[in-house]
């Protein structure tokens, strides 16, 4: 178990905490490129920061605070320029960088004061990349955006988001506790569906958890493989720092110390090697709550993940836990991710920074479905509906996506089933 005070490093976000810097080192998903394409202006709420996305008219991003620093005025009701966001209680232009370009009634009162050059809004870069936009709220220089290899695959492309009302640490230690996946999503899946005899899925009997530049793998060893599979040969990508990486990624971006952004972007195979092209990446948000019941839904995986999250409260007391030979990999990330938080107190720079460009093109990262992919690229098999949440992919749902509630249990529930025995 952790002291009081570990659990409270973990767990902090906000500006001058000790994991809150560290977070800010990397670049974080907040919003998707089609979002603003249809309302060019979001509010935002980052690792405790109230904040405002905009697309101007020139097609730029910005991400400044919520308050004008005139009279803190809403900049969410600000009006979009050629360059900028303007407010819109008394006309202060700011650009994407913070700069002030225009105090309407001052420059006519003092013209030679020069006063908006003394003034600036708090603001942060946003890169768009692969559908997502992307916000960094840390020192300058920038790192860069990763580009892993997945991102230029071809395939049909998607991108769903969640918001989880608990801290985001507790939702990332998923990505590193494989045995979960046997009891939470096999074998709970089963009594959800009604058997009246489950089948309990192949036992966890050998588990291995290594380090490497952009993260950890896990490996394991059930009653149903042995270490010649791909799930010990190859394993699963937990990604540094606030990622999942499997078939897709899931990022768990911290809101604030009591909300966190669930954000997957997947990339599903599709079958025959014409070119595919997407002109747009769509998104949806995902329900996480059946609204006549107001009972999480649990009909798929990712939703499974979210009860399992928020049942340890909004932040879970790890004082109070007793952690066991599964855990190891959650005890090498507390360990690993307390280390590099200490490291930015120091003045140094974290794990998994890339700054370099001709790194950053198409970053490795190890995948078991690999094979599979490729024999789905080339028509020898049928891609699969997108069974790690249980949605239907591509022309079975529209941008929305599907109701989740009861009277679906079934349909989603069923799509559960296949992706099971190969995770």
Known sequence: MLSEDQNRVLTQVGAGTLMGDLMRRYWMPIAAVAELDENPIKLVRLMGENLVLYKDKSGTYGLVDRHCPHRRADMSYGILEDCGLRCNYHGWLFDETGACLAQPFEEIAHPTARFKDRITIKAYPIEAKVGLLWAYLGPQPAPLVPDWDLYSEPGYKQIIFAYVPCNWFQCQENSIDPVHFEWLHSNWSQVLKGESEPTYAPTHLKLGFDEFEYGFVYRRVRADTDEDNDLWTVGRVCLWPNALYTTFFEWRVPIDDENTLSVAWFNNPVPGEAPFEQTCIPYWTAPIKDPETGRWISTHIM???????????????????????????????????????????????????IRDPEQNRKLYLPRVERALRNQMAHGQTRAPRNQAFGWPTPGDIGRDGPYLGRESTGFYQGQLDTNLAAS
């Open 303 to 353: 939703n499974q993940d979210f009860i399992a999250w928020v049942g340890q409260g909004t932040i879970a007391d790890r004082t109070q836990e007793h952690l066991g030979e599964s855990d190891r990999g959650v005890i090498l990330m507390r360990k690993r991710m307390l280390e590099e938080a200490q490291i930015v107190a120091n003045g140094g720079e974290p794990k998994a920074v």
